[in-house]
């Protein structure tokens, strides 16, 4: 009986430090994307993501390593025996601030009572 080689090459987990606010993230597992939304003006080009995939499989780039999200980057999970892999695309997009977006559309009046 030889050694059977495991089968699996999932994306458990993908997330980021507690600091970066995500407003939204998307998972969209037939087209192997993830997508996050943040608030316009977020630095995303040094973000170290967590990463927890398959049991034996390997990952490139490797875990845990800074990555400059600006543009999207592509995350590949492959399998023990390294005949077949996964590739998962992370993107970010932004949105502006409810705070901005008050403030572009508020108009104050002076209070007639005084």
Known sequence: M???LSNE???IRFSFDSTLLIIENVIDTINRT???TVESGTDIS???PRI???E???ITPVAGVPQDFSNPVVYTITLEHGLS???WTILFDFVSSVWQDLRANLSIYPN???
């Open 56 to 58: 034996h499989a390997s």
């Open 9 to 11: 090459a999932e994306l």
């Open 85 to 87: 892999s996964v590739a």
């Open 34 to 36: 993830i997508s996050f």
């Open 52 to 54: 927890e995939i398959s």
């Open 112 to 114: 007639p009572a005084n």
């Open 2 to 4: 030889g050694i059977r």
């Open 46 to 48: 040094n973000l170290t």
